[in-house]
């Protein structure tokens, strides 16, 4: 079997982060997206009819090498995820201390006490002592049925400092948080942030937040890295570049790669860590086989003139919230019932 091997990034808690991680959001149904199905893409609705594939290819993912796994209480994955850990464990492919496992807290656990009780409830479904990394997942609060708790995130990271200080986890960080919540965080904070989960692709370079977050020792990790490249993310109106654009495919013939594998070797030689995510085995291999080239500068410049600030993740039906993080647009929407209240796993069986 092909075998890969990952580099490591250090956090500031002295701890090994793989550059490139496994992602676990199945995500709203791409089917209904892809067939242009405005309305059913809208509702958000999760395709779990794709966990299996998922459960597979991240079996595989570990048989080859990947040892960063990123997911999250809200893509009601942790169960799958954590039996495919444990399987591994198991059978003797890697030893715990070898994985690095980030998951996050949601919305509706902001309060102090709260996110201790979120944190255990995840070990509880991924059936692990500790995780690697705990993140806030975005920086509003609201309840269950939609309400604006309007909780400080300065509170809530008070709650990630004790989970930490008890060990539950390894390591502290926050999602979705933009330059002025990050320059608040880190001067009111008793143990910084070790990273800062944000997407980012070929449209959105974000550049003022990724050097600062770098300049603070804040490990970026990178989500949606391909943000509208692949056609199941292809939204209408979407800029280049696509997964057929010239300049991209030419650049990629180059170096003998795929637009896909160009796309994050730039963004590891941004010092971003990518989680790309995908339930195609041969993806899964080709998405890690990104550390035998190098993109030259003329290509880095090249490459750069994509980003135009391009959001593929804008979740408008929360922009009302207080501490919402990104530009507010004219339209309105409401909050998807699936982002609310959900079940995990497979089965949705278990709460
Ligand atoms: P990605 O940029 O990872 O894109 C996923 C899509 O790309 C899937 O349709 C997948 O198809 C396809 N794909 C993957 N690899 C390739 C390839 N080599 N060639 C062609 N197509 C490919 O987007 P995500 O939004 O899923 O982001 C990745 C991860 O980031 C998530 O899984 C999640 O863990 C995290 N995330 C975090 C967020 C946050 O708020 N913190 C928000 C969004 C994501 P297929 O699966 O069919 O192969």
Redesign the pocket.
Known sequence: MAQVKIPTIKLNNGADMPVLGY???L?IS?KAQAAGDAKEAFSFDFDVS?APKMVEALSYAIDIGYRHI???HL?RMEPEVGQIINQKIKQGVVKREELFVTT?VWHHFHREADVEVSVRGSLRRLNLDYVDLI?M??PMSISQKGVDEKIDYLETWRGFESVLKKGLVKAIGV??FNLEQMKRLLANCKVPPASN???I?LNLGQPELVEYCQSKGVVVVA?????TM????AAPNSPEPK?NNPTMVAIAKKYNK?V??VTLRYLYQRGIVS??????KS?VL??ASIFDFELDQGDVATIAKFDNGYR??RPIFWQDYLNYPFDKVPEKAEIPKSLMVWKNGINLDID
């Open positions: 992602g676990t959001w995500g791409e794709d990123d997911t999250a893509y996050k993140l997942h975005w999602s979705n989960q944000i997407e692709n989500y949606s890295p391909f943000g692949v056609p199941s993310r997964l795929t896909t594998q989680i790309p995510k995908t339930i195609t993806r080709e998405n593929t993740v």
